[in-house]
C-alpha cells in the first residue's frame, strides 16, 4: 500500500511537468425589456430556461505525453522497489504488450486516482470506460419533493493507442464545445495615439485596527468609485450591535478623496459581495447574511440568505429586500441593464420562497445516498426598484454550482459565468470533466438562451470576472490549472501567448458575442496565479490577480521578469491591449498576503482594489498602514499614459 501511495504521488508530480503546451462602440440608446413579467403559475410549472440537451459526457482521452509521462512514472517505482534502490528515470518503448500484468494494474489505479477515467491496459492499448446516462436529468418542472431520474447507464468504450491521433471534443454545445478563436479583424491607422503605460496618482487606504478589505467597486458617472468594504468589529467607528462581519460601501471622488460612507450589517455576518451603478446614478450592492434583525424579511438564520441594498448617489439608504427560501442562499453577483433595472446571479439549495417553483431534490448517480437537495446556479431579472421579477433561469446539478460574475452590453445581452463541481442534470454534457469546471453562457435581454461554452478540462478552472467589451461581447479573466493546457476547452494551438507556466496560471480572454474568441493569453509564473478582476479601459483591459511569486530576481518568472515581490502571495495588475498584447505590469508587493480583489475603470483611468497588512514596498506610503497582521484596505489610482 505504501508503494502504491509514492507511486500515485509521483503521478501527480509528473501532470505538472508533463500537461501539454496548446499552445470606439457606437451610442445607440439602450433597448427597454420587451417581455412581460413570467407569470406566477408558469414560474411554479418549472422555470430552468438554460438547460444541456445533450445526454452524454463526451470526456477527451489523455494525450499521448500525458499518457507516457503516467507509465514512465509508474515504471521508475516499481522498477525500483523492485531493485531496492531509488526511483530513477524510466523510458517506456511504447509498447503497450511489454508492460506486465502487474505494471499495467498499477497504471490503471494511477490513471483512474489521478484522473477519474476507468481505463483498462491491454496489448491494443488504452480502454476507456464510459459512463452514460440515458435519461440525462430529472424534469426541471417536477414538484418540490418528489424529483425522480430515472437513470439507465451503459459502458461505452472508446481504445487509445499510442498514436498522435486527435482527441476527441469535450462536448458539442450550442456554440461548439470547445473554445474557438476567431480571427483578428482589428487594424489602426499608423499615426494613431499608443497606449504606452499606466501612472500611479493616488494610494488611499481604509481602516487602521482590526481587519477592513476593500473588495469590489464600480465607476461612477462623475469618474469617482463606489466600493464595497469588509469590515469586523474591531473597526475604530464599527457601529456597536453588528455582529461579526458588516460591510461599508464607500464613496471617492475622482481624485480619490473618501466622500462619505454607510455601514450595514446585523446580528450576524453581513457581507456584501458585488456591487453595479444603475442607469439613474443610484447604487445596487447584493451579497449574503445570516441576520435576523434586518429592514427585510429573511430565514430563522441557520443558513445564509441573499440581501440587495440601494443607495442615491449621496449614500442615502433607498431599501434593502432580501433573496432568500428555507435553504442556503447566497448572491454574488450583479450587473446593470440598459432599462434601468438590474440582474443578480449567485447559488441556492432552496426551491421555495423567493426560489418557488425551482427543482427540491435530484439524483446523484453512483452514489450511496442517491436523492440529495438540488444545487441552483441562478439568475434574476429585476425593474431598478426590484419590485418586479421579470424572468428567472438556473442550471441545476447535483453538486455546487454558483454564478460568479456578470456583464451586460449596450444591446442589453447578458454574459454569466458559472463556477460547478456537478457535471450532472443541466451540466449534462458541459461539466464535469474536472474537480472544478467553468462554464461561459449568453443570454438575450429577455433571458433566452444565446450559447453555452464549457470552460472545463481535466483539472480545476473557473473564470471569476467579466467586463463588457467595447464593440460587443465580453472580456473575462479567471484561471487555470497546470493540467488544463491540451484537453477539454483548451484543445488546439491558441498562440504563443497561452501556455503552460506552472501550477496555477491566471487566465485572460475575450468572448467575441457569437461566443468564439478573439484573444487568450496565460498571465503569471511557475508559482500559482489567480486571476481576479477586469476593467475596459481605454485602448485595451486592466486585469487584476494574486501571485505567489519568487522573491529571487534570478528566477524565470515569464510575466514578471526582472519585476520585484515583497514575497509570501502579492498582487498583480497587468494593463493590456484591446488585442490581450501585454503594455504594463504593475506589482502590488509587500512583506504580507498582499490581496488584489478587483479594478474599476473608466476611460484612462482606473482604481487597484484590495487589503494587505504590509508597510513597505508598494504600501510605503500608505497611511494609515497595515501592521503585518491586520489589514488595511486600498484604492490605489492609476491613469494611462499614450503617446501624441
Not at 136 to 165: P, V
Not at 467 to 472: R, S, T
Not at 474 to 499: K, L
Request: aromatic letters at 10%; a negative charge; hydrophobic letters at 35%.
Amino acid at each position: 500500500m505504501k508503494e502504491k501511495r509514492r507511486i500515485l504521488a509521483a503521478v501527480l508530480a509528473v501532470f505538472a511537468v508533463v500537461a501539454l503546451f496548446a499552445a470606439c462602440q457606437p451610442k445607440t440608446e439602450p433597448p427597454e425589456v420587451t417581455a412581460a413579467p413570467e407569470d406566477t403559475a408558469a414560474v411554479n410549472q418549472g422555470w430552468n430556461g438554460v438547460v444541456s440537451t445533450a445526454s452524454t459526457i463526451y470526456r477527451t482521452p489523455l494525450s499521448d505525453q500525458q499518457v507516457k509521462g503516467i507509465i514512465n512514472t509508474v515504471l521508475a517505482q516499481t522498477r525500483a522497489a523492485q531493485s531496492g534502490g531509488t526511483a530513477s528515470a524510466a523510458s517506456w518503448d511504447g509498447s503497450y504488450a511489454s508492460l506486465t500484468q502487474e505494471e499495467r494494474r498499477l497504471v490503471e489505479e494511477a490513471i483512474k486516482e489521478n484522473t477519474g477515467y476507468d481505463v483498462a491496459v491491454s496489448d491494443e492499448g488504452l480502454t476507456y470506460l464510459e459512463t452514460e446516462s440515458t435519461t440525462g436529468k430529472a424534469d426541471a418542472g417536477t414538484q418540490a419533493g418528489t424529483a425522480t431520474a430515472a437513470t439507465t447507464t451503459t459502458k461505452t468504450t472508446t481504445t487509445q493507442k499510442n498514436s498522435t491521433a486527435a482527441s476527441a471534443p469535450l462536448v458539442q454545445t450550442t456554440g461548439e464545445g470547445n473554445l474557438s478563436l476567431a480571427t483578428d479583424t482589428t487594424a489602426k491607422s499608423a499615426d494613431a495615439p499608443t497606449l504606452l503605460s499606466a501612472k500611479r496618482v493616488s494610494l488611499n487606504t481604509f481602516g487602521g485596527k482590526g481587519h477592513q478589505r476593500l473588495v469590489k467597486g464600480a465607476s461612477t458617472a462623475n469618474g469617482g468609485y463606489a466600493v464595497l468594504a469588509l469590515v469586523d468589529s474591531a473597526a475604530p467607528d464599527h457601529p456597536g450591535g453588528f455582529v461579526d462581519y458588516s460591510t461599508a460601501i464607500l464613496q471617492y471622488s475622482p481624485a480619490g478623496k473618501l466622500e462619505w460612507k454607510r455601514y450595514f450589517g446585523g446580528n450576524a455576518f453581513f457581507e456584501l459581495a458585488d456591487i453595479a451603478i444603475l442607469k439613474d446614478g443610484s447604487i445596487v450592492a447584493v451579497g449574503s447574511t445570516k441576520a435576523t434583525n434586518l429592514d427585510c424579511a429573511t430565514s430563522d438564520g441557520s443558513n445564509s440568505d441573499g440581501v440587495m441594498i440601494k443607495l442615491d448617489s449621496s449614500g442615502k439608504l433607498l431599501w434593502m429586500k432580501s433573496v432568500y427560501g428555507s435553504k442556503e442562499d447566497q448572491l454574488l453577483s450583479v450587473a446593470a441593464t440598459p432599462d434601468g433595472g438590474f440582474l443578480v446571479g449567485g447559488t441556492t439549495t432552496s426551491a421555495d420562497q423567493s426560489f418557488n417553483g425551482m427543482t427540491d431534490y435530484v439524483d446523484r448517480a453512483g452514489s450511496t445516498v442517491t436523492r440529495v437537495v438540488a444545487h441552483k446556479a441562478f439568475l434574476l431579472k429585476y425593474d431598478k426598484d426590484a419590485s418586479t421579477v421579470y424572468w428567472k433561469r438556473a442550471m441545476t446539478g447535483s453538486r455546487s454550482c454558483s454564478v460568479l460574475a456578470l456583464a451586460v452590453d449596450s444591446a442589453g445581452d447578458v454574459y454569466a459565468s458559472i463556477r460547478t463541481y456537478a457535471g450532472d442534470y443541466d451540466f449534462a454534457g458541459i461539466a464535469g470533466m474536472g474537480y472544478e469546471d467553468g462554464v461561459m453562457m449568453s443570454l438575450t435581454k429577455n433571458g433566452e438562451t444565446r450559447w453555452l461554452k464549457p470552460f472545463a478540462s481535466i483539472s480545476h478552472e473557473s473564470i471569476t470576472a467579466l467586463v463588457p467589451a467595447p464593440g460587443g461581447g465580453v472580456a473575462a479573466v479567471g484561471y487555470v490549472g497546470s493540467a488544463s493546457y491540451g484537453s477539454g476547452s483548451f484543445q488546439g494551438n491558441f498562440g504563443s501567448s497561452f501556455g503552460v507556466f506552472g501550477g496555477d496560471d491566471a487566465v485572460a480572454l475575450k468572448y467575441n458575442s457569437d461566443g468564439s474568441v478573439a484573444w487568450i493569453r496565460t498571465i503569471g509564473d511557475r508559482s500559482n496565479d489567480t486571476g481576479t478582476g477586469i476593467a475596459a479601459v481605454e485602448g485595451g483591459y486592466v486585469v487584476t490577480g494574486t501571485s505567489y511569486a519568487s522573491v529571487d530576481p534570478s528566477t524565470f518568472r515569464y510575466d514578471w521578469l526582472d519585476q520585484p515581490f515583497g514575497g509570501d502571495q502579492d498582487g498583480f495588475a497587468m494593463l493590456l491591449k484591446e488585442n490581450g498584447g501585454p503594455v504594463k505590469f504593475i506589482p502590488v508587493d509587500g512583506a504580507g498576503k498582499d490581496n488584489l480583489y478587483a479594478v474599476a475603470g473608466k476611460g484612462r483611468n482606473f482604481a487597484l482594489i484590495g487589503s494587505s497588512p504590509s508597510e513597505g514596498g508598494f504600501f510605503a506610503d500608505a497611511n494609515p498602514k497595515g501592521s503585518g497582521y491586520n489589514h488595511v484596505g486600498f484604492l490605489a489610482l492609476y491613469q494611462e499614459q499614450w503617446s501624441a
